[in-house]
């Protein structure tokens, strides 16, 4: 069974920047697919970025083109969101999660998640 622990969320100003981890533990070795979730309220869960364990491939939401950044350490078993020059729309509660089956940008791919970490930007 896989584990994912989030940590790294906070309040911060606009403008600002935050760095998500997300380390797994457990039987991750079949979990080929890393994204990064968020849900603020009243709606839906979406994918923000994602990367692939083997080769690095990387996706993100157009939201967040040139302002976040996903990578992975593979000796840590950890995931990283670097979120950079943040807006108050980015507020949410971020979640990690992973999967091992279907394409690393298809929501249905994941099957594993954290127990997420707020993000709160304020204006």
């Known amino acids: 069974q896989v584990q994912l622990v989030e940590s790294g969320g906070g309040l911060v100003q606009a403008g600002g920047s935050l760095r998500l981890s997300c380390t797994a533990s457990g039987r991750t070795s079949s979990m080929y697919a890393r994204g990064w979730f968020r849900q603020a309220p009243g709606k839906e869960r979406e994918l923000v970025a994602a990367?692939?364990?083997?080769?690095?491939?990387?996706y993100y939401a157009d939201s967040v083109k040139g302002r976040f950044t996903i990578s992975r350490d593979t000796a840590k078993n950890t995931v990283y969101l670097e979120m950079n020059s943040l807006k108050p729309e980015d507020t949410a509660v971020y979640y990690c999660?992973?999967?091992?089956?279907?394409?690393?940008?298809?929501?249905?791919?994941?099957?594993?998640w954290g127990q997420g970490t707020q993000v709160t930007v304020s204006s």
């Open positions: 999660a992973a999967g091992s089956v279907g394409g690393f940008r298809e929501l249905s791919t994941y099957d594993t």
């Open positions: 990367i692939t364990w083997i080769g690095g491939s990387r």
